[in-house]
């Protein structure tokens, strides 16, 4: 069965510091997809980013960044000089290959950003 | 076309009511997946759809819960009977399946509040 854990369930910075989201999934797959997804407080999901498992290649986009690490298991999510506007819900998610997409996602965790 | 839209935003309803809610695809998108959201939770999935067809309902929560996408467009899903356990974010989603994995675009929900 697939899994996926957030263990930091509220994180709070101060403007332009780094953070990072901490991301472990569980699956029996060897095809498997992650996700990350921003929930602001307006409540709509915002798809960020797909990885497939066959690319453990980093991803960079602005001030968003994520590490990819099949040997842990985990998909973690940096942003860095963080900003109010940061403040959300933020899941991560999984897809088995052969599921119909359908997305297992974590508990989410809320980052908070104070001016 | 601005993505996935569902009506009504919010629903306040009496234990036992049947409620029905709808969802309305981003126009090229022939999957359709329904979601609910209990607070602080993540997402769960419910149900899916390839076109009209309803290819994972084993996930709905129980057998009072049903969906619909009768054209293979827009799709309900009504909740018969509804308890105070019912109450939740139920978050519509579409992707365009194309033999190519893609990522879920979600609409801003329905939050359903049943007293």
């Known amino acids: 069965a697939q899994k996926v854990t957030q263990a930091q369930t509220e994180i709070s910075v101060v403007e332009k510091e780094d953070v990072t989201l901490d991301c472990v999934y569980e699956?029996?797959?060897?095809?498997?997809?992650l996700f990350w997804y921003k929930q602001p407080p307006s409540g709509e999901l915002v798809f960020l980013i797909r990885?497939?498992?066959?690319?453990?290649q980093n991803e960079i986009s602005g001030r968003y960044s994520w590490n990819f690490q099949k040997s842990t298991s985990s998909f973690n999510f940096t942003i860095t000089a963080s900003q109010v506007v940061d403040s959300a819900v933020y899941f991560c998610?999984?897809?088995?290959?052969?599921?119909?997409?359908?997305?297992?996602f974590g508990g989410g965790t809320r980052l908070m950003v104070k001016p | 076309d601005t993505g996935v839209s569902q009506d009504p935003r919010h629903k306040i309803t009496k234990r036992g009511q049947n409620v029905t809610f709808r969802c309305d695809p981003i126009?090229?998108?022939?999957?359709l997946y329904w979601y609910r959201q209990t607070l602080g939770q993540g997402p769960e999935f419910l149900t899916y759809?390839?076109?009209?067809?309803?290819?994972?309902k084993s996930r709905l929560l129980s057998d009072r819960f049903s969906a619909e996408r009768p054209k293979g467009s827009f799709s309900t899903l009504e909740i018969q009977r509804t308890e105070q356990g019912d109450s939740a974010m139920y978050l519509c989603?579409?992707?365009?399946?194309?033999?190519?994995?893609?990522?879920?675009?979600f609409g801003p929900g329905t939050r359903l509040t049943v007293l």
């Open positions: 998610a999984l897809s088995e290959g052969n599921a119909g997409n359908m997305l297992t």
């Open positions: 126009s090229e998108h022939n999957r």
């Open positions: 699956t029996r797959d060897t095809t498997y997809y």
């Open positions: 990885r497939n498992s066959f690319d453990e």
């Open positions: 989603a579409s992707s365009l399946v194309d033999g190519s994995y893609n990522e879920q675009f």
């Open positions: 759809f390839q076109n009209e067809a309803q290819l994972e």
